[in-house]
Structure formats: C-alpha cells, structure tokens
C-alpha cells in the first residue's frame, strides 16, 4: 500500500509537467465519454438522472451504429454499469472493432452506459458541494438503493420498454445482485443479467484490494481522509498524461495488474493512457472501508457502521442486512477469469451456487479483471458470446 501511494505521488508530480508539454498518444485519453463516441463516428446522446437522494448522474447513449439508423425493428435497450473506480468510458476504452458498447450498437441494439456517484463526471448534487464531507458520505448501498433504480427507470421511461438487457462488470455486478435481490419490482424489469467478472464476496482478492483488507477503517481514514478516495486529477487526468511517456509504461502496466491481476498478453499498452483515464476514476473513501467490511467478513451486507447501537439506528437491528443472492431471480449469465485479482476463482466458487438461475457460464483461463472490457481478445471471447446469448432472447421482446 505504501508502494501504491509514493508511486501516485510520483505519477502526479511528473503527470502535471508531461500534461503541459508532452505529445497526446491517444486523442481519447483526453475526452469525455460523448466526445469518444463522436470520435468514432457513432450517434451520442447524453442525459441527466436525479436519483431520491439528490445525486445528477450522467447516462450515456448510442442509439444506433453507423449502419442501422434507418432501422425500423425495434431496438432492444442495453444497459452497461462499469466497476469500481471506472467511468461509462469503459465501455469505449478501445476502438470500435474492441469496445463492447461500440459492438452492440453495431449489432443493432440501443445501448446505454450508467454512472455511479463519485465518478469522474458523476460529482453533482442538488444541494451539496463535492468539496464537502457530506457529499462523499455514501457506499455502495446507496448505489444499489437509489442509483440503479434510478437510471434504469428514466431509460426505460425514455424508450418506452417494460424490459432492458444488463451488463455490469466488476461493481456494476454486486449493484446488479443487491438491487435485483432486494428490489423484486426493479429485478422484474431485467429481461437478462449479465454479471463480466462478478463480484460478491472479496475475501480470497489478490494484489492492491488483498492489502486493503488488513487495514482498519480509521487506518483507512487516516491515510485517505473521510471525502475521496485517490482524486480524479491524479488518477485520470495526470495519470493518463504520465502513461503517455514510453517509459513510465511498465509502471502504469503493473499499477493496473497490482489492481485486477496480471495477463501481459490481453494488454494494449499502446492505450494505457486512455485505459488508465476512463477505467481508474473516483470514489468515496467510504466505498472502500465498504468492501474492506465485506472482504473481512466475506459476507455482502450493508455498511457495517461499527456498533450493534448504531446499526440498530440504521437498520433497525444490531447487524447490518445481507445482501442475500439466493433471492435474485432474473436470469443471468456469468463471465470470469483464472488470472482475476479483485473477482477471485475461489470468490466466484462460492457465487454460483447462490444463483438460482444461472443460465450461462464462460470461465476463461487467461483473463484478469479489466479483460473482459479492455482485452485484446475480448470481442472474440466475451462480445461475440454475448450477441449470441441476446440473439436468444430476442424472440420475446416485451416493448
């Protein structure tokens, strides 16, 4: 962990002098989600969703591909939530021949890419300033409660459908399999689930997040302060800048297999800067004692806020709910990897039997956790799988 911190120190100092005078690698690495879409060509839209609480989430949308404008068959909705740290640039990190939402649209589906509070263009509220303690006083229960319910009611208020396809990867999966557990009329809105490296129980993690585990909340408090955990600006913004300079990039390519384990044969390093800048964002410092809960105990609950009197404040009862899995029915299919740090094969063990209807599953062996999105084999090992598993639906679309 000490490590991790003087290296980022490093990467911001260098970062802010290469961001001033060095040559741009990738045009991408310096864009938001909209403008990569445009980049590209394809048709973007951009909305804006206020969950209960009063966070203004952005939701990105490529309607079409460059093909299929012209369409009149319905379109099918889509809907991508990234993980931890990520942004919806996820989705797009690669080229369009490699990226998963890039591939949808072209296949004719109407695709959509959430934002969780906190990321980089998710910092604003109706009332509170991101520079407050307040702003950041939220874990992923409040993403499971309100963010989720929230984006996928506008989109499908938008679109006028009573069903969407999901897909999350990393935290969009535990969002996935809270909110579909717990929210039965948000769940009967899923038509499929589809979980790209699943997380549930973090207890077996590897690297960076396995380290983690051993600090205590008020370490992690100490370290990181009470707001947001490792600012956008020295993640993204410096970040990408730094993993432009050839020889910083074996650092940047280690700080990321630190994070969700090491397959040097699925890596682009030509594009660490764009990967390092759209998939290595903000969060809540909360967040992260959140999931140093869980990896302790091995159980998904919620926020655990540190006595049975406060939990019994907060929950009515003196141990915080869990999250059980065994009550998600939507129909769901599940991608993982051997080589995945942060969505173990031992964690993933004890997933699958907790979902009782598990219609798919693809192990495959040389994937870390950024593959399924970033890989150089992603398209024929994950995209191309999907279409197929939608291609299967299709013949019930409830419009």
């Given at each position: 962990m000490l490590w991790l911190l003087r290296t980022m120190c490093l990467i911001h100092v260098l970062g802010k002098i290469f961001c001033l005078f060095g040559p741009k690698k990738n045009p991408e690495a310096h864009m938001n989600v909209s403008e990569i879409i445009k980049h590209w060509d394809y048709p973007s839209e951009e909305y804006e969703v206020?969950?209960?609480?009063?966070?203004?989430?952005?939701?990105?949308?490529?309607?079409h591909g460059k093909n299929n404008a012209n369409s009149?068959?319905?379109k099918m909705v889509v809907f991508c939530q990234h993980g931890l740290l990520a942004t919806p640039g996820a989705w797009v990190s690669n080229p369009p021949v490699n990226s998963l939402a890039f591939i949808l649209a072209g296949a004719g589906y109407d695709v959509w890419m959430g934002s969780s509070r906190g990321s980089t263009w998710a910092k604003k509220h109706v009332a509170l300033n991101p520079d407050s303690k307040e702003f950041w006083d939220f874990s992923f229960d409040q993403m499971i409660k309100y963010d989720l319910p929230a984006?996928?009611?506008?989109?499908?208020?938008?679109?006028?459908?009573?069903?969407?396809?999901?897909?999350?990867?990393?935290?969009?999966?535990l969002l996935a399999i809270g909110a579909f557990a717990t929210n039965q009329t948000l769940a009967e809105k899923i038509k499929l689930n589809i979980l790209l490296a699943p997380i549930y129980s973090v207890q077996h993690s590897k690297g960076i997040?396995?380290?983690?585990?051993?600090?205590?909340?008020?370490?992690?408090?100490?370290l990181f302060g009470e707001k947001e955990f490792f600012p956008t600006v020295v993640f993204s913004e410096v970040g990408a800048c730094v993993c432009n300079i050839n020889f910083f990039t074996a650092i940047c390519a280690a700080i990321m297999g630190s994070m969700g384990g090491y397959s040097p044969d699925q890596l682009n390093k030509s594009r660490l800067d764009v990967y390092v800048k759209l998939n290595l964002a903000g969060t809540s410092v909360k967040v992260l004692i959140h999931y140093n809960q869980v990896g302790r105990s091995g159980i998904l609950q919620a926020y655990d806020w540190g006595s049975p009197s406060?939990?019994?404040q907060h929950y009515n009862q003196t141990t915080p709910p869990v999250y059980n899995v065994?009550?998600?029915?939507?129909?769901?299919?599940m991608f993982t990897g051997l080589k995945d740090f942060l969505s173990d094969p031992e964690d993933v063990e004890i997933l699958k039997p907790k979902i009782h209807n598990l219609t798919y599953l693809k192990t495959?062996?040389?994937?870390?956790?950024?593959?399924?999105?970033?890989g150089l084999n992603a398209r024929k090992e994950v995209s191309e799988e999907i279409l197929t598993i939608l291609r299967k639906y299709e013949g019930d679309v409830q419009l």
């Open positions: 206020v969950t209960d609480d009063g966070y203004i989430l952005p939701i990105n949308r490529i309607p009149s068959a319905p984006t996928i009611n506008f989109i499908l208020d938008k679109t006028g459908q009573k069903q969407i396809y999901y897909i999350g990867h990393s935290q969009g999966t997040s396995h380290l983690a585990s051993y600090l205590t909340p008020t370490t992690i408090k100490l406060l939990n019994m065994e009550d998600m029915k939507v129909p769901t299919a495959i062996p040389d994937f870390s956790h950024f593959d399924f999105i970033l």
